[in-house]
């Protein structure tokens, strides 16, 4: 028997046996060719993160982010802390509390890639507000109200005899004499410190209670006292010693516009205290953060009974340079597709994609076609398209019935309106084979 005749026969035991099986393992052993086939035919596509993003990366606490995502590819798209399973392209809005890295994973056909961003939290400078007491002048046994307001902190405590505190709050203290309570602010290796003080009087004891008998007895009864001249009663009062300022103090005194300064006192002896502008009645030690427009005398006046005493202070505040410019906003990067890039037949939509811009709120998108009737693009002629408000960075088309030519760019507009310079024109066509009616558009 030679090889052809070999070959017919092994041939011919197949088909003898093919015969002989039961339809269903025909029909199940044809399904498993056809698979077999198409997967040799049309391999699973690659597992890819084209972009991961978050607009604005550096946020205030409280405020938005927006994470961006396109990836192609892949069966299971996740994105952690706190999102789980997400679709292979979108957006969504995040406010984490402190600066998160945010982890994509994308995975498929036992592949697996994985794309980080991170949304920064600006920290709040530590700022003591403000810190007095309510009176700041009690008798023995009465009580007094702390109050505080303190920004930027993970740590506050009063002494004496308080501890640690919320940053913000007022306090019931009663001391039995007069008491300095200190504040100290702390976050990290910063620290500040403010102080007020609660003057406890003394209750006089009535004239009578401080006449013992003996004293009584020895005085002579007045009718038995010899006339004398009417005395003016200033002659008779003892001097009394007016208030003394110990200290009055702004750090820094000298601020730009739109800075503060703490403006800080001691006082000794008054029965009253005023600062004026702005702060009015206050406690004989204590400390005010400030926030002055313009440069500003601040006048301490304290009083008793034997009169009033005053001391200023100037905190000068410096007009900022008028040759200095707000920030400005960069131009966006484009992603693509890349100038020059050809579609295939098979394509029927095109994605613009860029890069995030720190401090943009959201992105123009101008898209310009050629007309080769004319010769010209659109924009020279009866004007492009211009697309503004895209939150995310990506924008989504879907090609023009007899337009094979086309170019793109982009710019960034930030909260004030601000826009960044454009980008230059990127390039990109595709054969004239489609038929699209209108412009398709989607935001991601």
């Known amino acids: 028997m030679d090889k052809k005749d070999s070959k017919k026969s092994a041939l011919d035991h197949f088909k003898a046996l093919w015969n002989s099986l039961p339809e269903v393992i025909k029909l199940v052993g044809t399904i498993l060719g056809i698979a077999i086939a198409l997967k040799a035919l049309f391999p699973a596509a690659a597992v890819g993160i084209d972009s991961f993003d978050a607009g604005p990366e550096v946020i205030e606490p409280g405020e938005l982010s927006t994470l961006s995502w396109e990836v192609s590819g892949a069966t299971n798209v996740t994105i952690e802390p706190g999102l789980g399973a997400v ?10 509390s402190e600066t998160t890295t945010y982890k994509l994973v994308a995975s498929g056909d036992g592949e697996e890639k994985i794309a980080t961003c991170t949304v920064t939290i600006e920290e709040e400078d530590l700022l ?9 002048s009690i008798r023995s046994g009465e009580s007094a109200v702390l109050n505080w307001h303190v920004a930027g902190v ?3 405590t009063i002494e004496p005899d308080v501890g640690t505190v919320e940053p913000t709050g007022t306090l019931n203290v009663s001391p039995s004499d007069t008491t300095s309570y200190k504040l100290t602010a702390s976050k990290d290796d910063k620290e500040d410190v403010a102080y007020c003080t609660v003057t406890v009087e003394e209750n006089p004891l009535s004239p009578k209670e401080n006449m013992t008998s003996a004293e009584e007895n020895v005085l002579p009864p007045a009718e038995n006292l010899p006339a004398q001249e009417e005395e003016s009663p200033s002659e008779n009062m003892p001097s009394e010693d007016l208030p003394s300022i110990v200290s009055f103090n702004a750090d820094p005194d ?3 516009k739109g800075e503060s300064s703490n403006l800080t006192w001691s006082v000794s002896e008054a029965t009253e205290i005023s600062i004026d502008p702005g702060i009015g009645t206050a406690s004989l030690t204590g400390s005010q953060r400030i926030f002055p427009e313009e440069t ?5 006046t304290a009083t008793n009974e034997a009169g009033s005493i005053s001391a200023t202070k100037i905190v000068y505040v410096e007009e900022p340079s008028t040759s200095t410019s707000s920030v400005v906003i960069t131009t966006p990067e484009q992603v693509s597709p890349v100038s020059g890039e050809v579609f295939d037949n098979s394509t029927t939509q095109a994605a613009l994609k860029w890069k995030t ?5 959201n992105y123009t998108v101008e898209i310009d076609s050629y007309d080769s009737n004319t010769g010209v693009w659109l924009s020279e002629a009866s004007g492009s398209r211009v697309v503004p408000g895209i939150s995310g960075t990506s924008y989504s088309l879907e ?10 760019r982009i710019w960034a507009v930030s909260s ?3 826009e960044s310079d454009k980008s230059g024109w990127w390039n990109f066509s595709y054969p004239l084979n489609l038929s699209t009616e209108t412009w398709e558009t989607s935001f991601t």
């Open 154 to 156: 993970s740590n506050v």
């Open 128 to 136: 003591i507000s403000s810190f007095d007491a309510s009176p700041d």
């Open 416 to 418: 004030e309106g601000r």
């Open 357 to 361: 811009v720190s401090g943009a709120v």
């Open 399 to 408: 090609f023009l019935e007899g337009t094979g030519q086309y170019r793109w």
């Open 87 to 96: 679709n292979s392209g979108g957006s969504l809005s995040v406010s984490p």
């Open 254 to 256: 000298v601020i730009a």
């Open 296 to 300: 500003t005398t601040f006048t301490l």
